[in-house]
């Protein structure tokens, strides 16, 4: 019954390679998140969808394409995995955009990339 | 830039002390959460302050925000070891109508038995 689930919770692989990272929430929410944990415990937002259309796309090299094929989901899909790539990236998801109002985000446990 | 800054980094307290965080941040904000995050976790939502507000109250947590010094701080009361986590700040600098949180740098709590 968790909230929001990730796959896989550990990924190793080698420069170049090309791996996709899946969420899924099973809360109903209209956003999901996609985010990247450095080293230094340093969290930044990558991109956000709200009902399956991008709604923020950071400043995130293109290798990065997220896909969200159901509000309830957004992969995470990354070519040409290079080093830097190396992170924690975590998927979120929140309800009820389009208003300032109240509003909290709910993490996955993280899918950590190991880049060799 | 980072738009949290926080301090201090680390914090190390005796279970039944209290622990402060401080967060200082640059632009106007919608609003500002606390979140915390145990090792090998996923941040877990704690408290939302919204702009027009100056204290509040959840349990034993404890959030000011100062608009005009634009900062804001966490107030765990009478901790335990399971409070032992990183704390995060986390700005809502949505302008769209959808919500982007920007986090701080975090403050890890080490309590002590």
């Known amino acids: 019954d968790t909230a929001v689930s990730q796959t896989p919770k550990y990924l190793v692989t080698q420069m170049g390679n090309d791996k996709s990272i899946k969420c899924e929430q099973n809360l109903g929410h209209d956003t999901m998140y996609w985010y990247k944990q450095d080293s230094k415990k340093f969290l930044k937002i990558m991109f956000s969808?709200?009902?399956?259309?991008?709604?923020i796309n950071e400043t995130v090299p293109n290798r990065f394409s997220p896909k969200s094929p159901d509000k309830a989901h957004l992969n995470l899909h990354i070519n040409s995995l290079e080093l830097g790539d190396s992170a924690v990236y975590f998927c979120?998801?929140?309800?009820?955009?389009?208003?300032?109002?109240?509003?909290?985000?709910?993490f996955g446990a993280g899918t950590r990339l190991s880049v060799l | 830039s980072q738009q949290g800054e926080e301090d201090p980094q680390a914090l190390s307290i005796q279970e039944g002390e209290n622990a402060t965080m401080n967060c200082s941040y640059k632009?106007?904000?919608?609003?500002l959460q606390w979140y915390r995050q145990n090792s090998g976790r996923g941040l877990v939502h704690l408290i939302l302050i919204r702009s027009n507000e100056r204290e509040k109250h959840s349990g034993r947590l404890r959030v000011t925000l100062d608009t005009s010094k634009k900062s804001s701080s966490l107030l765990i009361t009478a901790s335990r070891a399971a409070d032992t986590a990183s704390y995060f700040c986390?700005?809502?600098?949505?302008?769209?109508?959808?919500?982007?949180?920007?986090f701080g740098t975090g403050t890890r709590l080490l309590v002590s038995p």
């Open positions: 986390a700005t809502d600098m949505g302008n769209t109508g959808f919500q982007k949180l920007v």
């Open positions: 979120a998801s929140s309800p009820q955009q389009g208003m300032k109002a109240k509003n909290i985000q709910y």
């Open positions: 632009t106007s904000i919608n609003n």
């Open positions: 969808y709200n009902n399956k259309e991008l709604i």
